[in-house]
């Protein structure tokens, strides 16, 4: 029986020519899926937290937040939908938005427990629910959905002892910055008229360095951070004999020494010079407190002056959190935060 030749003998030929094209494999499918999903997310939560420290209730970079996230959305969409192609050509545009919007909704859910900071395990955390929900999406498994459940969930619980971890090392990077040796003198004055805009240590001692309110909104006033220095509040280890000491105090715009005299005790361990600066020795430590005087001062004073310092305690982790900078100082809050 002779054989049957085809129709088109180029046929044959043409497809044995036609090259294949190589299909992406899933670990790399999974990469590229997640970083484009991760990616809004972490820009998202960063412009987030930077408006909650240095604008809270602002709405500037609340508007910001959003033209940024859009416009970092929109491409990475269509880079997720590439990214899909290969193992879900005809729902592909219709998934990539999944694993996009659930990661972006995730990551802001863990930005509540654990506040970010351009950390590298801040960065981690946040972007791994992204890629978690990438690898579902793409390998569509039985067991790929219930893994990407059980990791979301196991992450939401590890956050509460990772929060705990980052707040200490916030802290130390605080002090470390600063030049506090420890947290124990971390006793900055709470007073609803001044704020802290300063804080120094050389190894001995903390230095606060206390705004007005008004004048901090204002934008106006003295040296260093641009707003008047209404007072100056310094606590160090110890007792030490408070008359004719060398008092830091403010005048408004700078910071000067001079002794304290005269040199008047008061019932509780507290020592004025009958105006508007006063030493208390309390707790093991040595607090001094100088307000600026006339229309500078913030606190109003020499009674204010006497219950600020009075009411002085130690700093409670959300008042320690107001005074940390955004930014890491060192390598281990880089690594850790």
């Not at 408006?51 to 508007?63: A, D, M, N, T």
């Not at 913030?298 to 409670?316: D, F, S, W, Y």
Request: with cysteine.
């Amino acid at each position: 029986m002779a054989a049957v030749e085809p129709d088109n003998p180029h046929a044959v030929g043409a497809q044995g020519l036609a090259p294949d094209r190589p299909t992406p494999s899933p670990r790399r499918q999974v990469v590229t899926l997640g970083a484009a999903c991760a990616l809004p997310s972490l820009i998202s939560v960063a412009i987030g937290s930077v408006s909650r420290h240095f604008e809270p209730g602002g709405h500037v970079l609340v508007i910001l937040n959003l033209v940024v996230t859009l416009a970092v959305v929109i491409p990475a969409y269509f880079v997720s939908v590439h990214a899909l192609q290969p193992s879900a050509p005809r729902r592909c545009w219709l998934l990539a938005p999944v694993p996009m919007a659930l990661g972006l909704a995730a990551a802001h859910g863990l930005a509540l427990l654990l506040p970010f900071r351009p950390g590298l395990l801040s960065v981690l955390v946040l972007a791994l629910p992204s890629f978690a929900l990438a690898g579902a999406v793409v390998l569509r498994s039985r067991t790929a959905l219930p893994a990407t459940v059980g990791m979301l969930l196991g992450l939401f619980v590890l956050a509460f002892p990772l929060r705990a971890m980052q707040r200490e090392v916030g802290v130390q990077d605080l002090l470390r910055e600063a030049g506090i040796p420890s947290r124990s003198l971390m006793r900055p004055v709470l007073s609803a008229d001044v704020l802290v805009t300063g804080i120094s240590g050389d190894g001995h001692q903390a230095v606060f360095v206390l705004s007005d309110q008004a004048d901090i909104h204002a934008g106006s006033g003295g040296l260093g951070k641009g707003f008047d220095k209404a007072a100056v509040e310094t606590v160090s280890p110890g007792y030490s004999a408070p008359c004719g000491r060398p008092l830091l105090s403010a005048d408004g715009e700078n910071l000067t020494t001079s002794p304290f005299t005269p040199c008047l005790p008061e019932p509780g361990g507290l020592w004025s010079d009958g105006a508007n600066r006063y030493v208390l020795q309390r707790d093991g430590l040595t607090i001094t407190l100088a307000a600026a005087g006339g229309e500078l001062s913030a606190l109003g004073g020499r009674g204010e002056v006497r219950q600020a310092i009075l009411a002085t305690r130690p700093a409670t982790e959300p008042e320690l959190r107001s005074l940390e900078g955004w930014l890491p100082s060192s390598w281990l809050g880089c690594l850790l935060l």
